[in-house]
């Protein structure tokens, strides 16, 4: 099963949420959406079949302990959303915002021709192997922006990838500092896809990103951390987790455009500060403790370990704890920890 996961303060009648309406239909995926307390509320009955829409109220009835330790007014609570596709068996989820969109299947795109980078660099710069080198995506150390592109060369092997980055025309995934020095939109050259090695890193988000379901289980957000940098140190933790299993991450274009909500760009540079500060050490962390552990019948023990380690180094807060082991009790009695 294919799936769409959401979270949104808009109404079910605004241009972005009918967008996604659209996608679900014409990829014939569920689209699961969690509100919040700002959210509208919304009409069910004037839903498609195929949405799956949770209020706050919903929330507290099919997951109680967590809704309540889920933070109000929060991009977290998007978990709740991860969970939901682990229950109901999705094989690939679209993780994503109610201000991108496509008119394509974006599933189908994905499967595509791919170059395959050969150069030696941990972290890689993708915006410049399509064609943007004066931009950098969110998370990406800021001495690592300009360095020399490594080579790529055509493959024909399959690529194994567990995730798949979309690279969005308009506003991309930029940080605050890119965004300020080039506050234009930004098109990106149709080049094919890039398969990233399992050396090589370069930080997902949460803007239009494929997840397959071995890595569905650690898509968790955390609750401690800026708002700016939650996807990001989520996708590094499981990019730990990919370089210890050897699955790919693939980064390429699959027909995404965003209108940008409104954002205060000083605010999103305070919120981002973290990350230029800690994005390096979380990357050792995880894939060390990844890499020393990879019996999967221990995967939910690794990654619970790795929030301790960043909680005692207060990356984290101390009340990230009781909210991740809640969301790992419930995904080990989903029975859904396995290896593919």
């Known amino acids: 099963m294919r799936a769409i996961a959401v979270t949104t303060i808009a109404s079910q009648e605004s241009i972005g949420i009918k967008r996604l309406f ?21 009409n069910l009955k004037a839903v498609p079949k195929f949405v799956h829409y949770f209020s706050i109220e919903e929330q507290a009835k099919k997951w109680p302990t967590l809704s309540d330790l889920l933070p109000l007014n929060h991009y977290a609570r998007k978990n709740l959303a991860y969970l939901w596709a682990l229950e109901n068996d999705v094989s690939i989820l679209l993780d994503t915002d109610d201000d991108n969109y496509a008119d394509s299947d974006v599933f189908e795109k994905a499967d595509q021709n791919y170059r395959k980078y050969k150069g030696k660099s941990e972290w890689v710069n993708t915006y410049a192997h ?10 990406l150390p800021l001495d690592e922006a300009f360095k020399p592109l490594g080579s790529t060369e ?39 896809a890039l398969v ?31 708002f700016r940098m939650t996807d990001i140190w989520r996708g590094i933790i499981i990019s730990g987790y990919q370089k210890a299993n050897g699955f790919s991450t693939i980064f390429g274009k699959l027909g995404f455009k965003q209108e940008r909500n409104e954002h205060n760009l000083l605010s999103d540079f305070v919120d981002e500060i973290p ?13 060390n ?10 995967d939910n023990l690794t990654f619970l370990s790795i929030y301790k380690e960043l909680v005692s180094l207060e990356i984290l807060r101390e009340s990230e704890m009781q909210s991740i082991q809640e969301y790992i009790k419930v995904v080990e009695n989903l029975n859904v920890y396995e290896k593919i």
């Open 22 to 42: 659209e996608l679900a239909e014409l990829t014939k995926s569920q689209l699961v959406i969690i509100g919040d307390v700002k959210t509208p509320r919304w």
């Open 130 to 139: 399509f064609g943007r080198p004066e931009i950098w995506p969110r998370g």
């Open 154 to 192: 055509q493959t024909s092997e399959d690529p194994n990838w567990q995730c798949f980055q979309s690279i969005v025309d308009g506003d991309p995934d930029l940080d605050a500092i890119g965004r300020m020095l080039n506050p234009q939109n930004h098109i990106f050259e149709d080049f094919e």
């Open 196 to 226: 990233l090695g399992t050396e090589n890193f370069c930080p997902t988000n949460s803007q239009a990103t494929l997840w397959r379901r071995p890595l569905l289980p650690f898509l968790y957000l955390p609750i401690t951390s800026s």
């Open 275 to 287: 990350g230029h500060l800690h994005n390096r050490v979380i990357k050792q962390i995880a894939d």
């Open 289 to 298: 403790l990844w890499n020393s552990n990879v019996n999967s019948r221990e």
